[in-house]
């Protein structure tokens, strides 16, 4: 299948500051990337969709003022949190497509520790 | 709203047994439907992606089915191995989105 990487694997920020997570697809061009998040022992959470080019679409509860999300290419897409404080600790992860509902492809996440 | 179960949530079983995870689902009006593995603290790698068209579908010793109308999805493995112990993940495409389940955690016993 396709790859999609996603880096850093795991990072680990002061309360207060950013963070910048990139994905990228390395063998095909993705049309759409979406982001998402993961509680332990729990589902992935969508948080938004972006597309080449034009803004995110945010999922509803998501602070789009905080999890600021840029796809400047057809094979980049960066979230950057904003002002991180501990409850944004979590696993983050991305997902590629290069086609609208085709196969989804996803990074190996990213585990975000905010002290 | 789609809504994903997938039962049951937690089995082991030992090594040489076949598997059979559910996946269920509310919504039929579904373009495809994706199983993926996930192993702790790593992302998702896909294992097969049926289109709504499709009833089964075969990777190796994974098989998938789909029945679309009545919402279910059932994921085969057979000849389990140590190395199947992970957590599968069943995702639902419609329009785009992908919702998923909480998963099946499968741990394999040598």
């Known amino acids: 299948g396709a790859v999609v990487s996603q880096h850093p694997s795991w990072v680990i920020c002061k309360s207060g500051t950013s963070v910048k997570i990139e994905c990228r697809s390395l063998?095909?061009?993705?049309?759409?990337m979406f982001w998402y998040r993961q509680f332990p022992k729990q589902s992935l959470m969508l948080m938004a969709t972006?597309?080449?080019?034009?803004?995110?679409?945010?999922e509803q509860g998501v602070e789009k003022d905080k999890f600021l999300i840029n796809h400047a290419s057809l094979t980049l897409s960066t979230l950057t949190v904003t002002s991180a404080h501990p409850e944004d600790s979590s696993f983050y992860i991305c997902?590629?497509?290069?086609?609208?509902?085709?196969?989804?492809?996803f990074g190996q996440g990213t585990r975000l520790t905010v002290v | 709203k789609q809504e994903v179960t997938q039962i049951p949530a937690a089995l082991s079983v030992p090594e040489g047994e076949n598997l059979v995870l559910n996946c269920s689902f509310t919504?039929?009006?579904?373009?495809?439907l994706q199983w993926f593995r996930q192993d702790p603290g790593k992302g998702l790698t896909s294992l097969l992606l049926?289109?709504?068209?499709?009833r089964e579908q075969t990777s190796g010793r994974l098989n998938a089915s789909l029945d679309k109308s009545s919402g279910r999805s059932t994921l085969y493995i057979a000849a389990s191995q140590p190395g199947d112990s992970a957590t599968y993940l069943c995702?639902?495409?419609?329009?785009?989105?992908?919702?998923f389940g909480k998963g099946n955690q499968v741990v394999v016993i040598p």
């Open positions: 997902s590629a497509r290069g086609a609208v509902n085709t196969e989804a492809f």
């Open positions: 063998d095909f061009q993705a049309t759409t």
């Open positions: 972006s597309n080449e080019g034009s803004k995110a679409t945010y």
């Open positions: 919504d039929s009006a579904i373009y495809n």
């Open positions: 049926i289109q709504s068209s499709q």
């Open positions: 995702a639902v495409n419609g329009n785009n989105r992908l919702a």
